[in-house]
């Protein structure tokens, strides 16, 4: 089992930015593939970006290429989303989820965090 907690998320106006953090409990971290994803109302759930194991490789969503940058503390059991340049509709409940597998698919990960509330205001 591993256990995902996310924070970081909140209120912010169009253009600005938000840094969400995710720690993780559990089996070891180092060995899953870490991925964020989002999910607005009505709307189903979509994937944002995936990072590697070493955190060499990343992919993301054409919708937030070069404004989102995922990253990640294998010492200190945390995945990272650098928000930039954020527009209205980001706003969404965003999700960290963990899998063994290297996969854009949200019903490839085992396990998931609670998700953070994520608000762009125009």
């Known amino acids: 089992q591993v256990q995902l907690v996310e924070s970081g998320g909140g209120l912010v106006q169009a253009g600005g930015s938000l840094r969400l953090s995710c720690a993780a409990s559990?089996?070891?971290?180092?060995?899953?593939?870490l991925g964020w994803f989002r999910q607005s109302p009505g709307k189903e759930r979509e994937f944002v970006a995936v990072i590697s194991i070493g955190g060499a490789t990343t992919l993301y969503a054409d919708s937030v290429k070069d404004r989102f940058t995922i990253s990640r503390d294998n010492a200190k059991n945390t995945v990272l989303l650098q928000m930039n340049s954020l527009k209205p509709e980001d706003s969404a409940v965003y999700y960290c989820?963990?899998?063994?597998?290297?996969?854009?698919?949200?019903?490839?990960?085992?396990?998931w965090g609670q998700g953070s509330q994520v608000t762009v205001s125009s």
């Open positions: 559990g089996r070891t971290f180092s060995g899953y593939r």
């Open positions: 989820a963990a899998s063994t597998a290297w996969t854009t698919r949200a019903d490839n990960y085992p396990y």
